[in-house]
């Protein structure tokens, strides 16, 4: 009996025991598997808070996009590409932002072929380069063009946006299941496919999802469907951003349009947002962005790199439905971010001329900036180090860019070359708070202010900026590739600059056309340069070149940088009294 029980009670420990050790060995296991999981995902491209502003992490270091995005067709035939990748590196470009097309990738359903994808990445390798591919699947510039024959045949399986008079748009609708589900696969087949081919080199860094989704010429689909939709009660995600206060999560145009409707806190969409183009926008909005954060979802289930959506700015003193309407514009961006928790990034393509105040806009917590298109004209030099260094943005990128055709002497290409040098310093920089970009204030119509600017540069100096806007450059409407033709024909000074404060009494200017004078912020001490160190590119490379000094400092009073090609100083400022 004894024998027998402690027969069974050393059986019954062993089993305990070996119950205990499995245990052990399958929490090792998975800690050592969600570890490992742990790495890949820290090892993938990803954001990530660094201090004062969000940057994009590359290979464990911070990565600044010094982009351009290509032509639309540029990248639809290996032949349309050819010599493409070399000249955008001699224009110091690091990162192309290249389309991917749906058409292309899936002619017929279910069968995918990415060849022109791999042919894409491998010429970046080829050069050195990086990209960010943009997802040209359902919508492209609102319509459906870019969706395979397939799709765009089947009206009944992948309907239309209908019109208030019952006619139809060239916009699939976002409240069909099939085609979410179509892009939806084909947008995964994508992403499952980027992880085998470049999931080690990530020399994709990040994907754009749709491109600049939004609704014209009605503010809202006006299909049955849409309509049954329209009566049932708005989500309590999206009711939650008004109702959990503190004005800050909210924009106030968002805010304002939900007020002016009775600030209700629960209903219909109609009851809370009101039965006009303004609350149908909002309507617009959620349901894009419930479908893309879904296609974000499915891709980032396969290879979870850092997705992004990118925003058709609308002309001031429209209405919701005469510009492309519920994309993630700036008094929209509560509406996405609280349908879209996928998307890392809502960023603005800035083709208007006041790009401070735009970029401004999408400064809010929780979203990086990154500019993925822009104006290709003498301006994108400022803007770029605007961005970067007064908006903390994680990169900039001009659309068109292999059109610029004076490679070598191109403003934007000289300010890439120096931002590339110094890119390591800007983004520890950046973190700190320690850049200033420098603009003269410019509006929305290309109005200009380019009157002086005192900016205080630390806690002992303040700057005196002047910018040499008085002298507009020769306007060449050729440069401004805006579609809007309110646009053509303008031109602006293209002086502006960045700085980098590297100590107390020291720092690093980059820039053109632009005039400093340093001051003491102590009313009874005087500031002077103590020295300054000119660099210039020289074989490909920024290396010091003279000490500024007599006129070209008007006696160590002032730092000119001459308009028309980038200069660097190194400064050191210093006090007397
Ligand atoms: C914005 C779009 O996103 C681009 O693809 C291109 O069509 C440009 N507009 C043209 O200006």
């Known amino acids: 009996m004894r024998s027998r ?18 245990l052990f060995l399958s929490l090792a296991l998975s800690a050592t598997a969600n570890a490992a999981e742990a790495t890949a995902a820290a090892s993938l491209p990803h954001l990530q808070r660094s201090g004062d502003v969000t940057q994009l992490i590359v290979d464990q270091r911070p990565f600044l996009i010094l982009g351009g ?7 639809s035939s290996p032949e349309a590409l050819s010599g493409i990748f070399p000249k955008l590196r001699r224009l110091h470009v690091n990162t192309v932002l290249s389309p991917v097309y749906w ?9 995918f072929d990415f060849g022109l994808v791999d042919h894409v990445i491998d010429e970046a390798r080829t050069s050195g380069m990086r990209l960010v591919l943009l997802w040209f699947g359902a919508w492209k510039n609102s319509v459906s063009s870019y969706a395979p024959a397939w799709v765009k045949l089947d009206c009944k399986r992948f309907p239309r946006v209908l019109k208030r008079d019952g006619s139809a748009v060239d916009i699939l609708s976002p409240l069909a299941d099939e085609t979410l589900a179509a892009d939806g696969a084909a947008f995964a087949a994508l992403m499952r496919h980027l992880l085998e081919y470049d999931g080690d080199r990530h020399t994709v860094l990040m994907v754009q999802v749709e491109n600049e989704i939004g609704m014209i010429p009605e503010a809202r689909d006006h299909s049955p469907t849409a309509d049954a939709a329209l009566a049932r009660p708005v989500p309590k995600e999206l009711m939650d951003r008004f109702t959990r206060g503190g004005d ?21 969409w109609v009851e809370v947002f009101g039965a006009n183009a303004d609350g149908e926008e909002v309507f617009t909005a959620w349901n894009f962005a419930k479908y893309v954060n879904d296609v974000a979802r499915r891709g980032k289930a396969e290879y979870a790199l850092p997705m992004y959506v990118n925003c058709a700015l609308n002309r001031p003193g429209r209405a919701p439905g005469q510009y492309p309407s519920g994309g993630p514009l700036p008094h929209l961006i509560d509406v996405w971010r609280a349908a879209a928790p996928q998307l890392d990034m809502l960023s603005p393509d800035v083709y208007f001329f006041n790009f401070a105040d735009m970029t401004e806009r999408y400064r809010v917590p929780g979203n990086a900036l990154f500019v993925p298109e822009a104006m290709r004209s003498p301006r994108a030099s400022a803007n770029a180090m605007y961005a970067i260094a007064q908006q903390g943005a994680i990169g900039f990128s001009p659309f068109a860019i292999e059109a610029i055709d004076d490679v070598e002497t191109n403003l934007l290409g000289q300010t890439y070359g120096a931002l590339a040098q110094l890119a390591p310093q800007i983004l520890e920089h950046q973190a700190r708070g320690e850049t200033i970009g420098l603009s003269p204030k410019t509006g929305y119509d290309g109005s200009l202010d380019d009157s002086p600017q005192t900016i205080a540069l630390g806690e002992k100096y303040t700057l005196r900026v002047h910018f040499a806007g008085g002298k507009r450059g020769p306007i060449d409407p050729a440069e401004i590739t805006s579609g809007d033709p309110a646009m053509r024909g303008r031109n602006l000074p293209p002086s502006g600059g960045m700085i980098l404060r590297t ?5 690093t200017l980059v820039g053109n056309g632009l005039t400093i004078i340093p001051d003491a912020t102590d009313r009874a001490m005087q500031a002077g340069l103590l020295d300054v160190e000119e660099w210039t590119a020289r074989d490909g490379k920024w290396q010091p070149r003279r000490w500024l000094n007599g006129d070209q400092t008007n006696q160590g009073r002032e730092l000119f940088l001459p308009m028309g090609s980038i200069a660097m100083l190194r400064v050191r400022l210093y006090q007397y009294h």
């Open 248 to 268: 800050d999560a909210l924009s106030r145009d968002l805010r304002d349009r939900w007020q002016s409707a009775g600030a209700k806190t629960s209903g219909s």
């Open 103 to 111: 058409e292309l990738i899936e002619r017929e359903e279910g069968k």
């Open 503 to 507: 100590g107390p009494d020291e720092f």
């Open 5 to 22: 029980f402690f027969q069974s009670d050393w059986r019954s420990r062993a089993a305990c025991r070996s119950a205990w050790l499995s």
């Open 69 to 75: 995005e290509l032509g639309n067709s540029t990248a």
